[in-house]
Antibody, heavy 121, light 108 residues
Framework: QVQLVESGGGVVQPGGSLRLSCAASGFTFSSYGMHWVRQAPGKGLEWVAFIRYDGSNKYYADSVKGRFTISRDNSKNTLYLQMNSLRAEDTAVYYC??????????????WGQGTLVTVSS | AIQLTQSPSSLSASVGDRVTITCRASQGISSALAWYQQKPGKAPKLLIYDASSLESGVPSRFSGSGSGTDFTLTISSLQPEDFATYYCQQFNSYPPLTFGGGTKVEIK
């Protein structure tokens, strides 16, 4: 069965950095686009970033562009999110999510359990 | 960016009720819309994609309709396990992909 397991969350000071990982199993990771989606405490969902199955295209939300970098290692079945220049407003549970293939990769059919990132001094 | 406005933001309903949630896009998005269900402390679950296609394994009491700017999610007969928060999401114009603000379905 499909499993997505995030790790790397924690408490970080404003301006700091953190790298999240998402270990994938149960499907052919290298064939699917992948996303990061976040949810601030008590708030709604916010899409963060997308990476194409082969890593050739990446898209970002304006709120994280220039600070966050999405990447993947298909040999390790792992998705990453490098987060730099963190702000208090980046505090959230971060989910990795698998994109559909048909009809397109921009819907999310499987999600991890999430990892909490807290930006605070 | 395309804005998605859900209404109502919350509702109270009883088991067996028919429930309808609406999602309005700030501009036309064809049928590029999905619906998700999220329970407290859990990740969201895909229910509907392309406005009206039921995701595999999702009960048939869930249905979606609409195109352009106005969409609805209908639960034909609310079950105890359906009490949750529901989100719409669009991809027609990306980036960014955007979500609606959510509709919380509570027990009356």
């Amino acid at each position: 069965q499909v499993q997505l397991v995030e790790s790397g969350g924690g408490v970080v000071q404003p301006g700091g950095s953190l790298r999240l990982s998402c270990a994938a199993s149960g499907f052919t990771f290298s064939s699917y686009g992948m996303h990061w989606v976040r949810q601030a405490p008590g708030k709604g969902l916010e899409w963060v970033a997308f990476i194409r199955y082969d890593g050739s295209n990446k898209y970002y939300a304006d709120s994280v562009k220039g600070r966050f970098t999405i990447s993947r290692d298909n040999s390790k079945n792992t998705l990453y999110l490098q987060m730099n220049s963190l702000r208090a407003e980046d505090t959230a549970v971060y989910y990795c999510a698998k994109g559909l293939v048909i009809p397109n990769p921009y819907y999310f059919d499987y999600w991890g359990q999430g990892t909490l990132v807290t930006v605070s001094s | 960016a395309i804005q998605l406005t859900q209404s109502p933001s919350s509702l109270s309903a009883s088991v067996g009720d028919r429930v309808t949630i609406t999602c309005r896009a700030s501009q036309g998005i064809s049928s590029a819309l999905a619906w998700y269900q999220q329970k407290p402390g859990k990740a969201p679950k895909l229910l509907i994609y392309d406005a009206s296609s039921l995701e595999s394994g999702v009960p048939s009491r869930f249905s979606g309709s609409g195109s352009g700017t106005d969409f609805t999610l209908t639960i034909s007969s609310l079950q105890p396990e359906d009490f949750a928060t529901y989100y719409c999401q669009q991809f027609n114009s990306y980036p960014p992909l955007t979500f609606g603000g959510g509709t919380k379905v509570e027990i009356k």
